[in-house]
T-cell receptor, first 115, second 117 residues
Framework: DAKTTQPPSMDCAEGRAANLPCNHS???????VYWYRQIHSQGPQYIIH???NNETNEMASLIITEDRKSSTLILPHATLRDTAVYYC????????????????FGAGTRLAVHP | EPEVTQTPSHQVTQMGQEVILRCVPI?????FYWYRQILGQKVEFLVS????????KSEIFDDQFSVERPDGSNFTLKIRSTKLEDSAMYFC???????????????FGPGTRLTVL
């Protein structure tokens, strides 16, 4: 699996958009970009994933560059409850992985949302 | 919304004792995983399980560890003889088959905090 690079920490004011960047310059064509977050020591929470098109759901938006070498997770209106560690993970489509589909977590970005 | 559940939330044991951590995956999911997170460190993959057998395991998952799906709904992680360094949060996850052209998203449980004294 390709590796990702994320800033170790970011701050965001409550109510503002939080834009969390991720570099994945060695991503291959059959690898998806996944975002999870972990609040305190709770289980990682799935946020969103995408292949090459931008994606949006009720939690966030995912913007993937045209060359797919980087992406940005956008929380449009951050709240205090969004304070967490955010993980960007690149993972191959199971159809190409031969059943090996573990998630490899890095250190992530610690997002602090302040009033 | 369906969710992965884990019991107990906290397990305290003496070094050398056996522990069994339990998970109930999301009901229609076919792939099951265990991860662990030592305090202050990254989340680490332990093992994946599909069709009643291990499909992949990490170097951490040595002979002291085993997994089982005993009854079609539970998924367990057993540590035969716990060590101090086994103290960690243990997370269970499950995912569905992706179908055609898709991926499978893993959903995690809340974790079991294992403390080995």
């Amino acid at each position: 699996d390709a590796k990702t690079t994320q800033p170790p920490s970011m701050d965001c004011a409550e109510g503002r958009a939080a834009n969390l960047p991720c570099n994945h310059s060695t991503i291959s064509g059959n690898e998806y970009v996944y975002w999870y977050r972990q609040i305190h020591s709770q289980g990682p929470q799935y946020i969103i994933h995408g292949l090459k098109n931008n994606e949006t759901n009720e939690m966030a938006s995912l913007i993937i560059t045209e060359d797919r070498k980087s992406s940005t997770l956008i929380l449009p209106h951050a709240t205090l409850r969004d304070t967490a560690v955010y993980y960007c993970i690149v993972r191959v489509d199971r159809m190409f992985s031969g059943g090996y589909n573990k998630l490899i977590f890095g250190a992530g970005t610690r997002l602090a949302v302040h009033p | 919304e369906p969710e992965v559940t884990q019991t107990p939330s906290h397990q305290v044991t003496q070094m050398g004792q056996e522990v069994i951590l339990r998970c109930v995956p999301i009901s229609n999911h076919l792939y099951f995983y265990w991860y662990r997170q030592i305090l202050g460190q990254k989340v680490e993959f332990l093992v994946s399980f599909y069709n009643n057998e291990i499909s992949e395991k990490s170097e951490i998952f040595d002979d002291q560890f085993s997994v089982e799906r005993p009854d079609g709904s539970n998924f367990t992680l057993k540590i035969r003889s716990t060590k101090l360094e086994d103290s960690a949060m243990y997370f269970c996850a499950s995912s569905d088959s992706p179908g055609t052209g898709g991926t499978d998203t893993q959903y995690f449980g809340p974790g079991t905090r294992l403390t080995v004294l």
